[in-house]
């Protein structure tokens, strides 16, 4: 009897998931381009998977593991967060980039603290602050394999914010795959290779961040906390490269729900393409509230 029972709760859990999937492929032919997706929560099978081992072009995203890698060398004890950096007017990109930083000094020749940076990157998604912080620290490659060393694999850096103003080619060799977003993401808020200090400071960033408020935070209930990276690319031709959106949702029960959506090679215009990200953070948040049967 017990296992009869035990099957037929399995055989809807199963069925549910599903549905769900099926949900999240249909909003996704919206994009009229290619959207993978991955999502997990803690004691469930919640499954949003769709394309979750695709190697889509990260943009801004990588900016939130570049941080991560960050907190961690300053931990190990090779930077302080009050460390000033010197903004150099080599660091400057020219004639423009989306940069708090560059705006307020557009003559560069001022000394920043590493904390300012990484809040810039992470929050205001600034890409001058980015590359500072990337040069500080040594590079692309320290990230990648800071990032490989926690056991995720589905990650790739090859170049900072200007290498990914070369060419539109550029920008697929800096990649990320939805599960691996998601297995960053749940490490961050399970069991952070970070301090307690430095791990809430990230998830305020993140938090406060006015990137993207049509995408994952788009149609949830208000006052839902959401902790984000976006990351964006140019359009050309009718096609847009990049549209993506990864983060933590708190639900009513307490619980995270990590999730990463990544629209690719898309010819819908913006408010299509970040809808079909907020549609689907939408029917994944339905799902994960619901009491599992």
């Not at 009897?1 to 492929?25: D, G, N, P, Y």
């Not at 990230?143 to 090859?158: K, Q, R, T």
């Not at 990649?175 to 307690?196: G, H, K, N, T």
Request: proline share 6%; charged share 20%.
């Amino acid at each position: 009897m017990r296992l009869a029972l035990a099957f037929v709760l399995l055989t809807f859990s199963a069925s549910a998931q599903s549905i769900l999937r099926e949900k999240i492929r249909t909003i996704s032919a919206d994009a009229k381009g290619r959207v993978s997706v991955a999502c997990a929560l803690p004691n469930s099978a919640l499954n949003c998977d769709l394309d979750p081992h695709a190697h889509p072009p990260m943009q801004s995203v990588f900016k939130l593991p570049l941080a991560i890698t960050a907190l961690h060398v300053v931990e190990v004890g090779n930077f302080a967060l009050d460390r000033p950096i010197r903004f150099l007017p080599s660091d400057r990109f020219l004639p423009h980039t989306h940069s708090p930083l560059q705006d307020k000094y557009p003559n560069a020749n001022v000394d920043i603290p590493l904390r300012e940076l990484l809040r810039l990157a992470v929050s205001q998604s600034d890409n001058a602050a980015t590359d500072l912080v990337l040069r500080t620290i040594g590079g692309p490659e320290v990230v990648d394999n800071y990032i490989h060393s926690l056991g995720i694999a589905g990650f790739h850096l090859e170049d900072g914010e200007r290498g990914l103003a070369r060419s539109v080619s550029v920008q697929f060799r800096n990649w990320l795959e939805p599960a691996a977003a998601v297995q960053l993401l749940r490490r961050i808020s399970d069991d952070s290779p970070l301090s307690v200090e430095h791990t809430r400071m990230l998830l305020d960033w993140m938090e406060a961040s006015p990137t993207g408020p049509n995408r994952i935070k788009g149609l949830l209930p208000g006052g839902t906390v959401v902790m984000h990276k976006t990351g964006s690319s140019d359009t050309s031709g009718g096609i847009t490269y990049a549209t993506n959106d990864i983060g933590l949702i708190d639900l009513p029960d307490g619980r995270r729900l990590a999730i990463a959506v990544f629209v690719t090679n898309s010819k819908a215009n913006e408010a299509a393409r970040e809808g079909v990200i907020a549609r689907i953070a939408r029917a994944a948040f339905e799902a994960a509230s619901r009491p599992e049967k």
